[in-house]
């Protein structure tokens, strides 16, 4: 197995290299479980966060959740919302979207509870995620914000891999991973 050292926010991992296409491998990038890692993600995005007036934070299953969490304590939210991709039978009247039919195959729906769709109308949101890298699920994030009524104030993201299909007004990073062809 091949590896990237990755530094960031003062600390350092070895992410393994996998092929996401028969040329193209990503470094597998996860802060699930990382604490030191992600605590210190969160205290840099905090300091980038502070000036934008919001009112809650948002991102998708299941990756950032940690970093949403601890984003959100910092910054003195008693909420945040989780789109989650399928829906589930807790959830009360879900709000669906589904991905467009030109989006690639493994782009899954996102779904709001009805009850996060309420909390988020005319709201200002920051979404937040670990990697962007086509920014599908940020276009997609955005959408259904705009579905349920919510602004998008900013779009942020631990690392920025390869090149958008979208460019984002708004959009904060902390590194770029490179893209390895074979």
């Known amino acids: 197995m091949e590896y990237y050292t990755l530094e960031l926010c003062g600390l350092t991992r070895q992410l393994p290299l996998v092929f996401v ?6 470094a597998s990038f996860s802060l699930l479980g990382d604490v030191e ?13 502070k000036p934008v007036q919001h009112d809650i934070l948002i991102c998708p299953e299941v990756k950032a959740v940690s970093l ?20 589930k039978p807790y959830m ?22 009805g009850v996060d769709a309420e909390i988020l109308k005319n ?6 995620d670990d990697v962007i ?28 891999q ?9 959009l904060l990073t902390l590194a770029e991973l490179p893209v390895f062809k074979t």
Request: hydrophobic fraction near 45%; aromatic fraction near 4%.
């Open 37 to 49: 890692l992600t605590q210190k993600i969160a205290e840099k995005m905090v300091e980038m966060l």
């Open 68 to 87: 949403l969490e601890e984003i959100s304590s910092r910054l003195g939210h008693k909420k945040f919302v989780v789109c989650r991709k399928s829906v």
């Open 133 to 160: 890298s086509t920014g599908v699920t940020m276009r997609m994030m955005s959408k259904l914000m705009e579905k349920v009524g919510a602004t998008v104030v900013a779009r942020v993201a631990v690392l920025k």
């Open 123 to 128: 709201k200002k949101v920051i979404i937040i």
């Open 92 to 113: 009360v009247s879900p709000v669906i979207l589904k991905p467009l039919p030109h989006f690639p195959k493994h782009v899954r729906q996102l779904v709001l509870d």
């Open 162 to 170: 390869g090149e958008q299909f979208d460019k984002f007004e708004n």
């Open 21 to 26: 296409g028969k040329n193209t491998r990503f």
